[in-house]
């Protein structure tokens, strides 16, 4: 039910459409179909202004007027690029998140509450002056008492409550859009405002934010291509965090940094494999590194602000990404489309050879471009857009990541148009695989089990004995049976018998000898990495050995 604010929010949404010309976009639903003929005597449609000639930018210019909220629905519908048309999407890109600041002294008294004290009790400095303003918070800039220099970062007042109603909004539109508007149940508007409403109130708890600053600086901490500034946890609160000031040229500035003798090429084949790295070294990604949160220090290294969005993929998820990007550097088309069918991305129904045909027309025209040319970002919009035909389930990690490549893919080719992406992350994803399946991971994935079940392991000699016992009793049982019938499938009774309780023993043997080695530990005797595969071998061999005494049981 649509309350009198609500109703009054619904008819100014309505009313700027209809501004932009986008009078279609309702008129054009089967609800209003019938009131087609009103738009054409309408006042509004005989003296509006003129407008631009193209539907994107009506769009944009639209969700502009809108307001911030919508304006940053704008940005991240423009990631799904598998719902929209091309050139829709390339322009919701171009929305700029400018909202005009509000006032320092009411940013000043929300710190002190959150702090409980006054501003100046932490701080020698406060700029009432906004160093920046976008739609969901503000920062100032300051100094501690101990001189360090910092910025506060503090959410608009009200802002939840106007993300709320705004959100209400968005829902009944896409209801609306799902049951009227032919292409609403493919599209699924009301899953995608779902996925804006997770994104934008994680984007509300700064803590959450800072947590995510510092788990990426803690992986980048020495590296020189990339810094994460500090966060100071002691005025950082859920409203309110405090943050390392940085200095660096925005990354969009080229001419400056050219100035300052920075390395073009350095600067984009280190930004691929920052991407790269986060993704399948760390399993955690930055996935807002458009141009506006990234700084460059003269040295070339980079400066990342900004972590209210970051993504994260399974075990399995990096995996089947890794080959599937090798398979089609390879045009190993059925092996993309058996791994998007293995790794559950489409239904298992799945026919794989008409899966092969559909991916094979959409790669071939991109490799008759040269290496350089070849966008990896698009290939994986198209990708998914095929994947989409075969009713692939949105997968919002993957979306995210799309996203990222396609920000880190553009800020790349800016820097440096002739970056071969391909040619920068090919033998990283290699490496990566390798590290994966060959004896190096594993032996790293079975430290990481034995640490899960560590405790546990001490009680593996009595659980042994506890089967072997099970098995005497049963063995002593089948042997007394056959005692009182000597036919033939006594005889036979017995030899299972016996047979499941060698095979038990040998198991119980082989865990108990693996678990003796790992509690005597490695030493001079006995290697760290031949001590882990001894011990693996030996509690992989025990329970193949249990399970086919199960089995014949």
């Given amino acids: 039910m649509i309350g009198p604010r609500e109703a009054l929010r619904l008819f100014r ?23 087609r003929w009103v738009m054409y005597i309408s ?17 944009r210019l639209a969700l502009e007027d809108l307001g911030p909220i919508f304006v940053k629905f704008g940005q991240i519908l423009s990631t799904r690029r598998d719902l929209l048309p091309d050139d829709l999407a390339v322009e919701l890109a171009k929305l700029q998140d400018r909202v005009p600041p509000f006032d320092g002294a009411e940013a000043r008294a929300i710190i002190e509450k959150a702090w409980g004290c006054s501003v100046d009790d932490v701080l ?3 700029n009432p002056i906004p160093l920046a303003s976008a739609s969901i918070a503000q920062v100032h800039t300051g100094r501690l008492k101990n001189g360090t220099e910092v910025v506060v970062k503090v959410l608009r007042p009200g802002i939840e409550r106007t993300i709320r109603g705004d959100l209400g909004l968005m829902y009944t539109v896409a209801h609306l859009a799902e049951r009227y508007w032919k292409d609403g149940r493919r599209l699924r508007p009301v899953d995608v405002v779902r996925e804006y409403e997770k994104t934008i109130y994680d984007e509300l708890d700064l803590q959450r934010e800072a947590a995510n600053a510092s788990l990426l600086r803690r992986n980048w901490i020495h590296s020189e291509m990339l810094y994460i500034p500090e966060v100071y946890w002691d005025w950082t609160r859920p409203g309110v965090m405090v943050m390392e000031r940085i200095y660096g040229t925005p990354v969009s500035d080229v001419a400056r940094l050219k100035a300052q003798g920075v390395s073009m090429k350095q600067l984009g084949e280190r930004g691929v494999e920052i991407f790269f790295t986060q ?23 980079y400066i990342s602000i900004d972590f209210g969005i970051v993504g994260t993929l399974t075990t399995e998820d990096q995996r089947y990404l890794a080959e599937n990007l090798l398979a089609f550097f390879e045009r190993d088309y059925r092996r993309v489309a058996e791994l998007h069918v293995e790794s559950g991305w489409v239904p298992s129904g799945t026919r794989v050879d008409e899966f092969e045909s559909a991916i094979r027309t959409v790669s071939e025209p991109i490799f008759e471009k040269p290496l350089a040319e070849i966008s990896f970002g698009h290939f994986l919009v198209r990708l998914f857009q095929t994947a989409r035909r075969f009713d692939m389930e949105i997968q919002p990690q993957l979306v995210l990541l799309e996203k990222t490549l396609l920000n880190i893919e553009g800020l790349g080719r800016q820097l440096y148009p002739e970056l071969d992406l391909w040619t920068t992350a090919k033998p990283y994803m290699e490496r990566w695989m390798k590290d994966q399946i060959g004896v190096v991971g594993l032996l790293d994935r079975t430290k990481k089990n034995f640490i899960s079940v ?42 299972n018998s016996t047979s499941q309780s060698v095979r038990a023993l040998g198991g119980a043997t082989v865990i108990v000898c693996g678990t003796l080695v790992l509690l005597l530990g490695p030493g001079p005797w006995l290697p760290p990495t031949t001590g882990v595969a001894l011990v693996a071998g030996c509690y992989m061999l025990g329970a193949l050995l249990f399970f086919s005494a199960a089995r014949q049981a």
């Fill in 43 to 59: 006042p509004w449609h005989w003296f509006r202004r003129d407008l631009p000639t193209s539907y994107p930018v009506r769009v």
């Fill in 454 to 495: 560590a405790d546990q392991t001490p009680e593996i000699p009595l659980m042994a004995y506890r089967i072997l016992s099970t098995y005497d009793k049963r063995l002593r049982a089948a042997e007394a049976g056959s005692l009182r019938d000597h036919g033939r499938n006594g005889s036979h009774d017995t030899a």
């Fill in 124 to 126: 020698d400095e406060f």
């Fill in 279 to 301: 993704v399948f070294r760390d399993n955690f990604f930055h996935a807002d590194m458009h141009p506006g949160n990234i700084f460059v220090e003269p040295s070339g290294r």
């Fill in 13 to 35: 949404i309505n009313w700027i459409l209809l501004r932009h010309g986008l009078d279609e976009v309702i008129l054009a639903t089967h609800l209003f179909r019938p009131l």
